[in-house]
């Protein structure tokens, strides 16, 4: 076994409890925090967007409504205005329907984002990350994503060459 693989073990060995115990939680949490505030945030689009929409239509159908009213109102025999109060009525249960499935509406978002939220946060809270080393090139996994990673002894060699070439700038400055 060279040096090289020594130094990965070692590293290996007690860096990554360390990261798993110490950092991968707060990554896990800050992942979980940042999956909520997507929901909440698409959540309140969709919502304002519903509302306008919903209060749009409303306000139509209450205009109408009222329009027809109106006519129902200067009609002149019984006939037409009888005509116009039906429409006028048809309207108005438009107007109420409307009112019923916007809070229909609303209700459902609600469920939906708790239940995403949950999800979000119990996937992100229950995914597992490892590294394989025994192979030239390590693999990252996180859940069931897999990368590649750069061989270590590459990173090694490079961290050593690093501070070779310092400790050789180093000792030409003396």
């Keep these: ?7 990965k073990k070692i590293v290996i060995e007690t860096s990554w409890p360390w990261f798993k115990k110490y950092i991968w939680p707060t990554i896990q949490v800050q992942m ?7 929901v909440e945030k698409t959540k309140k689009e969709i919502k304002h967007w519903a509302n306008e929409k919903v209060s749009k239509i409303e306000q139509e ?6 329009e027809a ?12 205005a009888e005509k116009h ?8 249960e438009v ?3 409307l009112k019923r499935d ?7 978002l609600e469920a939906i984002e708790a239940e995403v939220k949950f999800e979000s946060a119990t996937m992100a809270i229950d995914m597992d990350i490892k590294v394989d080393t025994t192979t030239e090139k390590p693999v990252l996994r ?3 994503k897999v990368q590649e990673l750069p061989p270590l002894t590459k990173l090694f060699l490079r961290g050593t060459e690093e501070v070779i070439s310092e400790s050789q700038h180093r000792s030409r400055n003396r």
């Design 61 to 66: 159908a209450q205009q109408k409504a009222q």
């Design 142 to 144: 996180i859940g069931e």
């Design 69 to 80: 009213q109106g006519k129902a109102d200067a009609a002149v025999n019984d006939a037409e």
């Design 1 to 7: 076994m060279g040096i090289a693989d020594v130094a």
């Design 32 to 38: 979980a925090e940042l999956a909520s505030y997507y």
């Design 85 to 92: 109060r039906a429409v006028a009525q048809v309207w108005r």
């Design 102 to 108: 916007s809070a229909e509406i609303k209700q459902k």
């Design 95 to 97: 107007a109420a329907q």
